[in-house]
């Protein structure tokens, strides 16, 4: 069963265009909602966290939109660049110190940013 | 700080061979995570130690194992392996700070290893 679906799988966006990916999740039990970014080669790296007590949050260019009522969250990247060009995971746990090494993850979306 | 380190970086082993990977987390950090990565499965957890206790586990068959020493350090063996398990292994440590509510949710992930069952 999967629990956090995520879309698209492939996206390509111009230099400077805002990059939106989307995901839902099913398991209401999830309180803690981070982004992770991955370089070829590299393991993920965490990008943009987000709680459900708040509905947005915006770290320089990159964003969460979060909708508790509909299980949905997203990440936008605005003025995308070029060096944004990665693969972008969603993930979800419960929250609490015996649950944040065990995140389920969405099935990835690769960002293509042409200059 | 040194990050997570994780090696061998490459590893190529025969069906039903065993493997072992090894994982240094981040100095101070007491959490380690597993997860595989394959392009079909995505990432998917393996287990979670902490203190040199399996904390939580994932839906991988028993012939996934894992453990860690003292100094946080931890390893993972697979056994008997399978075409299948060929993937990506990444390890990922945390400052489970038992208390602490700074950065404790945040995980680091190492480069991986990267494993080849022919």
């Known amino acids: 069963q999967q629990q956090v679906k995520q879309s698209p799988q492939s996206l390509i966006v111009q230099k400077g265009g805002i990059s939106i990916i989307n995901c839902a999740y099913e398991n209401t039990a999830f309180d803690y909602f981070p982004w992770y970014q991955q370089f070829p080669g590299k393991g993920p790296a965490l990008l943009i966290a987000i709680r459900p007590d708040v509905s947005e949050k915006k770290e320089g260019r990159f964003t969460i939109s979060f909708n508790k009522s509909a299980k949905q969250f997203s990440l936008h990247i605005m003025d995308s660049q070029p060096g944004d060009s990665a693969t972008y995971f969603c993930?979800?746990?419960?929250?609490?110190?015996?649950?944040?090494?065990?995140?389920?993850f969405g099935q990835g979306t690769i960002l293509t940013v042409h200059p | 700080k040194a990050g997570v380190t994780q090696t061998p970086r490459y590893l190529i082993k025969t069906r039903g061979q065993q493997v072992t990977l090894s994982c240094s987390p981040i100095?101070?950090?007491?959490?380690v995570s597993w997860y595989q990565q394959t392009p079909g499965q995505g990432l998917q957890f393996l287990f979670e130690?902490?203190?040199?206790?399996?904390?939580n586990k994932g839906n991988f068959p028993g012939r996934f194992s894992g453990r860690q020493f003292s100094n946080s350090r931890s390893e993972m063996n697979v056994s008997t392996l399978e075409l299948g398990d060929s993937a990506l292994y990444l390890c990922?440590?945390?400052?489970?700070?038992?208390?602490?509510?700074?950065?404790?949710?945040?995980?680091?992930f190492g480069s991986g290893t990267q494993l080849s069952v022919l």
């Open positions: 130690y902490f203190s040199e206790t399996q904390r």
């Open positions: 990922a440590s945390r400052d489970d700070g038992q208390g602490q509510t700074t950065t404790n949710e945040k995980l680091f």
């Open positions: 100095s101070g950090h007491r959490s």
């Open positions: 993930a979800a746990s419960r929250e609490g110190g015996t649950s944040y090494g065990k995140l389920t």
